[in-house]
DNA sequence: GCGGATCAC
DNA sequence: AATGGTGATCCGC
């Protein structure tokens, strides 16, 4: 019975998008004890359930750290984060136009394109990676067995990577025109340039993916135009460049909608009455002693509603690596056979991209899906598949006897392959 | 530097 | 019977 667990961990069995599908209460209920019972006594269960157990007790000590503070007086704090704020604050940059292209159900999208059929029909792509069917309370990352519960005509093709390629690239080719990161365009000299409103310009994205996937029909890589239906929820929202707007905007934003605040962090914070923006506002000087640092700086940006407004910082690598899931394994020899395909695999990667690293971790889950690294830094960086093999093997000698059923392989520290 | 956790996509 | 892969960052030690 579900009754036996709390509501945060029906939280964790439910899934990310949980809140956000806008589901009738019945239909949710339901939805909870389907999963609930496909899931229940499975060791990936066991092990959601351990998790949730270490994020009650992360709150509990929380609370408890803030019950101390209880009956002091905190003026002086206060005074030095409205400080702080009022620094952010001057710091506000409301001269750029910042556009946010976001691909929903990309995959999906482009099957579809391959067989408008689909249009009509529940689908989802891949098992790992499938896209959202909201109203059967089918979400991303939910394993097809289950989903196939949910919605048994659910039609779910295996994942094509090659074919969406094509559809990622085009996207890519229209953000080069803009110098910054795919999903961010900053587009304010490009406005100056033409005389355009964002409007205008965002329209004008819209056109050229159109436009560059026709290319890839013509050239025969793709049947059907990709994003045809890009405006179908046309869900375009334009935020004004106005402190008082944006203020509104994040003022009732649930927190979960951040980038950067996942189902921990929202458990985390609702559990000390943060929800929205307005409540990060309210709660700033109790977030001030008992978050750290780097987590009360975050706050603090989302609740002042300021983003990121430099988006040519240059992406550098840091770490390279493959892994792999399989089958519950704890033959040593087999162990190393997977150890020795990964390191190939790793190789191959890291001559393609011409770097190599001089830090080496090895990541195995057991079959309780638990998980660990062990890592070690080396006195000279390394790449060839023989190397990668030698060291690997000798972090995975260290955890025998062990039951794994993934394994994977990151390098880091990394350099250029020509760099000495 | 290491290992565990969290997060995005 | 059955729950992904890649990369980044943060925290506490």
């Known amino acids: 019975?579900?009754?036996?667990?709390?509501?945060?961990?029906?939280?964790?069995?439910?899934?990310?998008?949980?809140?956000?599908?806008?589901?009738?209460?019945?239909?949710?209920?339901?939805?909870?004890?389907?999963?609930?019972?496909?899931?229940?006594?499975?060791?990936?269960?066991?092990?959601?359930?351990?998790?949730?157990?270490?994020?009650?007790?992360?709150?509990?000590?929380?609370?408890?750290?803030?019950?101390?503070?209880?009956?002091?007086?905190?003026?002086?704090?206060?005074?030095?984060?409205?400080?702080?704020?009022?620094?952010?604050?001057?710091?506000?940059?409301?001269?750029?136009?910042?556009?946010?292209?976001?691909?929903?159900?990309?995959?999906?999208?482009?099957?579809?394109?391959?067989?408008?059929?689909?249009?009509?029909?529940?689908?989802?792509?891949?098992?790992?990676?499938?896209?959202?069917?909201?109203?059967?309370?089918?979400?991303?990352?939910?394993?097809?067995?289950?989903?196939?519960?949910?919605?048994?005509?659910?039609?779910?093709?295996?994942?094509?990577?090659?074919?969406?390629?094509?559809?990622?690239?085009?996207?890519?080719?229209?953000?080069?025109?803009?110098?910054?990161?795919?999903?961010?365009?900053?587009?304010?000299?490009?406005?100056?340039?033409?005389?355009?409103?964002?409007?205008?310009?965002?329209?004008q994205i819209r056109q050229e993916i159109r436009m560059l996937t026709n290319a890839y029909q013509t050239s025969g890589q793709s049947k059907h135009q990709i994003c045809s239906d890009i405006n179908k929820p046309n869900g375009q929202y334009m935020l004004a460049n106005d402190r008082d707007t944006i203020m509104a905007f994040v003022r009732d934003m649930p927190i979960r909608r951040l980038n950067g605040i996942g189902r921990v962090t929202e458990q985390l914070l609702n559990a000390l009455g943060v929800h929205t923006g307005n409540d990060m506002h309210e709660q700033r000087v109790i977030l001030k002693l008992l978050l750290s640092p780097k987590s009360f700086e975050f706050i603090s940006r989302a609740a002042l509603g300021l983003g990121r407004t430099d988006l040519s910082i240059q992406y550098d690598r840091k770490s390279i690596s493959v892994e792999r899931t399989f089958r519950n394994m704890s033959d040593v020899q087999q162990q190393m056979d997977m150890l020795d395909k990964i390191a190939t695999k790793l190789a191959a990667n890291l001559e393609r991209k011409e770097i190599k690293g001089a830090t080496i971790t090895l990541k195995l889950k057991r079959s309780d899906f638990t998980v660990l690294s062990r890592s070690r830094s080396l006195a000279q960086c390394i790449f060839t598949a023989d190397d990668l093999y030698f060291y690997g093997k000798q972090l995975l000698v260290e955890e025998q006897p062990i039951d794994i059923r993934l394994m994977g392989l990151r390098l880091s520290s990394l350099q250029d392959m020509r760099s000495k």
């Open 1 to 203: 019975e579900p009754t036996e667990t709390n509501a945060s961990f029906m939280a964790r069995i439910l899934g990310p998008s949980a809140n956000k599908a806008g589901l009738q209460s019945t239909d949710k209920a339901m939805i909870t004890r389907v999963i609930y019972e496909a899931s229940k006594g499975t060791p990936f269960f066991e092990n959601e359930r351990r998790k949730d157990q270490a994020l009650c007790g992360r709150i509990e000590r929380l609370l408890e750290k803030r019950k101390q503070l209880e009956g002091r007086d905190l003026t002086h704090i206060r005074k030095l984060v409205d400080m702080d704020w009022r620094q952010l604050e001057a710091e506000r940059d409301l001269s750029q136009t910042i556009v946010h292209v976001d691909m929903d159900a990309f995959y999906a999208a482009v099957e579809e394109l391959d067989n408008p059929e689909l249009k009509t029909k529940p689908m989802a792509v891949g098992v790992g990676a499938m896209d959202d069917g909201r109203k059967y309370g089918i979400r991303s990352a939910m394993p097809g067995y289950i989903a196939k519960k949910l919605c048994p005509e659910l039609i779910i093709l295996p994942l094509n990577g090659a074919k969406y390629k094509h559809g990622a690239r085009a996207v890519v080719a229209c953000a080069l025109t803009c110098p910054s990161t795919p999903a961010y365009l900053n587009i304010t000299n490009y406005m100056k340039e033409t005389g355009m409103t964002a409007e205008q310009v965002t329209q």
